[in-house]
């Protein structure tokens, strides 16, 4: 009665087992049901069951890191810290996030919508797609998730209760200490980058005592800045689009962090996707035309988040921080705006400097982005890759410098052109 992997035979009569889920199904009948491994990611089993009435998907956390295989063990756990999230985020943003169905603690498993006809993020803007509800979509997302489990919102006895659950995710969180902060700056046998030629830059990383101490200093933050509960993850991979709509989907790295972390790798895989489009075949409309747009997405998810955190605090600051007793009482709205103009501008101090860590670790760590490594060409990769090597250096080790978004983009189009 304890954890069994399934496969994609096993999952039939797993889904068609559960009440629930088989009346979704439109049938109770494992014979009446299809079904197929799909999971692309580093760590899960993600299967597409289909009845006759509709479909959906199961998760399951592997009791290892698929990525590397069993030498890795990892805690099935990590599938109750991603039911919680998904939880949590549901009551704010239900309409960012798949529907969910059924959680199984002992088979770490999770039945959730199967979202049809949308597709991975990372994969349509490898192929030069753009979509223009992103921004706003995610922009929001942010906001809403991050200002509402933040102590500008909750109650502070339940952020607290809150903070201890998650705080339990720590193999996930190790995961992000090891790969994003320190391994890409030493020799760690589990690094790899895919071409010689980015040898030097590579290795110039691990003589770099201003870009590994920035990386300390960053990683200082994700372990002791529990400002709000982190998707933790939030990769183009980890988002499901169609032209309309947009989908958030495996929060497993949920825990109480810095609110820059998520925007910051978000903008990390943006920026990445700009560098790698030199290196796929050409588009209708140009991939130089799709970089731009890569950018221009990035500025509008930091001013979408920016703005939307600004109306959440001015309206809904409900916490103990920036209480509105404290400014009311002395008629001082303007000292309050004041807070939070200085807060926001440290969130992104910190998404600057998270972005340029996400860049590095997907060029020279363990795990990388199909952008890149879908580039044919090795001379074209090498070329792509270490643009966006020299960007995530330069985030890292200047990220006071840069006072806006826009600094941001400007350093990559200056990269590019070089
Ligand atoms: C060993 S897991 C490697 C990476 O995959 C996940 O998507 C996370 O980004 C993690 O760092
Ligand atoms: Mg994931």
């Known amino acids: 009665r304890g954890y069994h992997a399934l496969d994609a035979e096993s999952v039939k009569a797993y889904a068609a087992g559960i009440e629930e889920i088989a009346g ?50 990892l805690p099935l756990k990590r599938a109750y810290f991603e039911w919680n999230a998904l939880v949590r985020q549901a009551a704010v943003q239900p309409e960012r996030l798949p529907a969910l169905h059924h959680f199984d603690p002992v088979n770490a498993l999770i039945v959730m919508e199967y979202l049809s006809p949308h597709v991975i993020l990372r994969k349509e803007l490898t192929a030069g797609k753009r979509f223009k509800h992103l921004a706003e979509h995610v922009g929001v997302f942010l906001a809403e998730t991050l200002f509402r489990s933040s102590d500008f919102f909750m109650d502070t006895a339940k952020k607290k209760a809150d903070v201890a659950l998650f705080a339990d995710n720590v193999a996930l969180c190790a995961i992000s200490e090891n790969l994003v902060f320190t391994e890409p700056y030493f020799d760690a046998p589990l690094n790899r980058w895919t071409t010689p030629q980015l ?30 509960l982190l998707h933790g993850d939030l990769h183009t991979g980890s988002i499901m689009v169609t032209a309309k709509d947009t989908r958030i989907i495996d929060p497993e790295f949920a825990f109480y962090g810095p609110m820059g972390f998520d925007i910051g790798a978000l903008l990390a895989n943006l920026y990445l996707s700009y560098f790698a489009q030199e290196g796929h075949a050409e588009t209708p409309d140009g991939r130089f035309a799709q970089g731009e747009w890569l950018l221009e997405t990035a500025e509008s998810i930091w001013s979408v988040f920016a703005e939307s955190f600004a109306r959440l605090w001015r309206e809904e600051r409900n916490g103990i921080l920036f209480s509105r007793r404290l400014f009311e009482d002395v008629g001082d709205e303007v000292g309050a705006t004041v807070g939070m103009h200085q807060f926001l501008q440290a969130v ?37 890759e270490a643009r966006a090597l020299l960007m995530g250096r330069e985030l890292l080790v200047n990220r ?8 941001l983009s400007c350093l990559a189009r200056s990269i590019l052109r070089e």
């Open 348 to 384: 992104f101090c910190d998404v600057v400097g998270f972005a340029g860590a996400k860049m590095v670790r997907r060029l020279v760590g363990l795990a990388h982005v199909e952008d890149m490594e879908s580039i044919a060409d090795p001379d074209r990769r090498a070329v792509c």
């Open 24 to 73: 979704r199904l439109g049938t109770s009948d494992p014979g009446a049901l299809r079904a197929r491994e799909v999971g692309d990611g580093n760590l899960n089993l993600v299967f597409i069951v289909e009845g006759p009435a509709s479909a959906v998907v199961v998760k399951q956390a592997l009791p290892y890191v698929r990525l590397v295989g069993d030498s890795w063990p």
């Open 199 to 228: 040898d030097g830059l590579a290795l110039a990383l691990r003589a770099d005592r201003a870009v590994k101490v920035g990386a300390q200093e960053m990683l200082y933050r994700f372990t002791t800045k529990s400002e709000a």
């Open 400 to 407: 006071g410098v840069f006072g806006d978004i826009f600094g």
